[in-house]
């Protein structure tokens, strides 16, 4: 079974049925971002020093794991 973005994303954030975007800045309490964006401001929350990653980058360096793709990633945060 493949993991989906959208369904982790509405994991995390605590939400049903929203888009992408819409959990990701749910989540990650921004407003109109777009999903990368608002993982970046998230991490970033916990190191003001973050550089901007790609989608797969920040969706593994906020789940602590290294080299898996985005929702996989997600699905290790409990």
Same mark, same amino acid.
Do not use: H, I, Q
């Given at each position: 079974m493949a993991l989906d973005l959208q369904g982790e994303l509405n994991r995390l954030a605590g939400t049903d049925g929203m /888009? $992408? $975007? /819409?959990? $990701?800045? $749910?989540? *990650?309490?921004? &407003?109109?971002?777009?999903?990368v964006g608002a993982l970046n401001a998230l991490q970033r929350d916990t190191d003001p020093d973050w550089q901007d990653q790609d989608l797969a980058g920040v969706?593994?360096?906020? *789940? /602590?794991? &290294? /080299?898996l793709d985005a929702p996989g990633a997600l699905a290790a945060i409990p």
């Open positions: /888009g $992408a $975007a /819409g959990a $990701a800045n $749910a989540w *990650a309490g921004t &407003d109109g971002l777009e999903v969706c593994n360096a906020l *789940a /602590g794991t &290294d /080299g």
